[in-house]
């Protein structure tokens, strides 16, 4: 049986089709809309297989920006290292951000796309409080959740979460992303 942590081969290519071909224009707008001055040290946690970061990082490169891609699964950081191979400024880690090797106090952007609601409800808290630590004062935090009923997180409990967790809404939107309604939002690290 596969799932999204250890995906059998089927799965990568069918994930990656949408994420790739069907869903390319949702991604570039996301992040167009993050308006990155490319010097950031931009962290995309829980990046797949880069469906975002292949759009993070050259605005990175330009500036002396840097990515660093995070995962969970093993598998989609290797789908993202062989994706964004021709970036010089873009590093990659799976595994537990809550044992991550990461610097602490380091990153000063962070996008969380379409990922949160698939963490186990008891563990949401304890990664968003392990991620905060690994961002500096003033850091920026880019979201993208689901809030529909049958598949997402409310907006309240994302917002309680991110606020337990040290963050202050900065903007916040609801839009209809893949069919489904969406917060896209920006949270600002206390």
């Known amino acids: 049986m596969s799932d999204i942590v250890n995906p059998n081969w089927l799965s990568v290519r069918l994930h990656e089709f949408f994420w790739f071909v069907l869903s390319q224009k949702t991604y ?33 490169q ?6 660093t891609c995070f995962d969970l699964s093993h598998t989609w950081i290797q789908r993202a290292r062989k994706r964004l191979r021709r970036f010089d400024n873009v590093r990659f880690f799976s595994g537990d951000i809550r044992q991550s090797s990461l610097e602490n106090n380091y990153f000063n952007a962070v996008n ?9 409800v008891s563990q949401r808290l304890d990664i968003l409080q392990a991620l905060a630590v690994k961002m500096t004062v003033g850091a920026k935090l880019y979201i993208r959740e689901p809030i ?14 991110l606020e337990t967790a040290g963050f202050q809404a900065e903007k916040t939107t609801i839009q209809t992303i893949f069919g ?11």
């Open 62 to 67: 330009k500036c002396g920006g840097e990515l």
């Open 148 to 161: 529909s009923s049958d598949h997402g997180i409310p907006i309240d409990e994302i917002k309680q979460m």
């Open 112 to 120: 969380i796309h379409f990922m949160l609601h698939d963490i186990p």
């Open 28 to 60: 570039k707008e996301y992040v167009d809309w993050m308006q990155l001055g490319g010097d950031e040290k931009f962290l995309d946690f829980g990046c797949g297989p880069g469906a975002a970061s292949i759009h993070i990082a050259p605005l990175l």
């Open 180 to 190: 489904k309604q969406a917060l896209t939002a920006l949270f600002i690290k206390l």
